[in-house]
């Protein structure tokens, strides 16, 4: 019987499927990657989230590697152009937590449009301003997305409801108009985008490309949602724009500062840039949870038993 090995906790549903399926699912509490570089061999997949970076070291060690299943969207801690040149299928999951992050996308938008977060810590002091936390709305506004995946289509769905004009741009797509969104170019969106979201992967590509230069480009001024990962964002050049009132609020689900787990951020030495952010009541902050939803902790995991049954019915994997 084939092995898997979980070197991260997931939804039961994964290892009850992956068992259903013939495999053998083994979960041991290791804590450094020479650990698992010593067990590896005699696995043929691996479940991972976001614990340790599977690198050329461990697929080298894997002899026996045929999956790595990411239980969630991003790739970025799995080296996958070496896998797959090793023959290694990668599978995630984000079917498993686009209505998570399109819900929750939506919702910091409006708390922050419409200054709720500082209005509730107001009226908990029964302080009561309403000039003051007067809010602006979504209808008649131009929303940009970069990134018409799983994630950005999510948004765009739920957002199209408040009557706004919905664009996006994908570098990777072509011809994905749908009813939700209107592709446009990076340069229409630039020019036409009151409010701007991202939905596009962590990679050597996109790392810091919301930076000053990138900032700037916009024709308007605009507020800006971020639900995809942290170091995408240039901390210190969007605390400038903050400052000079080029972007006018900004809901951050991610931020640049979070450990690879996405666990934490290093409570020591606490950067400027962060601490300007956790000080300003312009800006809407969560801990990384915008697709960790009850609901979706249960979808990710059904997403990849759903994959790994796909592979087997295809006879491109094997379970014994």
């Not at 962590?202 to 790392?207: A, D, G, P, V």
């Not at 689900?253 to 690879?260: I, W």
Request: charged share 30%.
């Amino acid at each position: 019987m084939k092995k898997v090995l979980f070197v991260d906790t997931t939804h039961e549903v994964l290892p009850q499927g992956l068992e259903s399926l013939g495999f053998a699912c083994d979960h041991f509490d290791l804590k450094t990657k020479e650990e698992y570089k010593s067990i590896v061999s005699s696995y043929s997949g691996l479940v991972v989230r976001s614990k340790i970076k599977i690198d050329k070291d461990i697929i080298d060690s894997a002899t026996s590697l045929e999956f790595i299943a990411r239980v969630g969207a991003g790739l970025e801690n799995i080296d996958v152009p070496y896998a797959k040149q090793k023959g290694v299928y990668c599978l995630n999951s984000p079917e498993g937590n686009r209505d998570a992050v399109g819900e929750q996308s939506v919702g910091m938008l409006l708390m922050l449009m419409n200054n709720l977060l500082r209005a509730d810590e107001e009226v908990r002091r029964l302080v009561w301003r309403r000039k003051e936390n007067r809010g602006s709305e979504i209808k008649g506004r131009t929303i940009g997305i970069i990134g018409y995946g799983n994630m950005g289509q999510a948004f765009a769905q739920r957002i199209s409801g408040f009557g706004a004009n919905v664009i996006a741009y994908d570098k990777y797509r072509k011809n994905y108009s749908d009813e939700y969104a209107q592709e446009v170019s990076l340069e229409e969106l630039k020019e036409h985008s009151d409010i701007l979201s991202l939905h596009i992967p962590l990679t050597e590509e996109t790392k810091f490309l919301f930076n000053k230069e990138f900032i700037q480009s916009f024709k308007k001024d605009f507020w800006f949602v971020n639900t995809s990962r942290g170091p995408i964002c240039k901390t210190n050049d969007l605390v400038e724009a903050l400052d000079s009132g080029k972007i006018i609020g900004a809901a951050l689900d991610v931020l640049e500062y979070e450990k690879l787990g996405f666990e934490s951020i290093e409570k020591n030495n606490i950067p400027k840039a962060l601490n300007a952010l956790i000080e300003s009541d312009r800006v809407v902050l969560s801990p990384h949870i915008a697709g960790w939803t009850h609901e979706s902790n249960y979808k990710l995991s059904k997403v990849i038993v759903d994959k790994v049954a796909a592979l087997i019915q295809e006879d491109s994997l094997r379970v014994k």
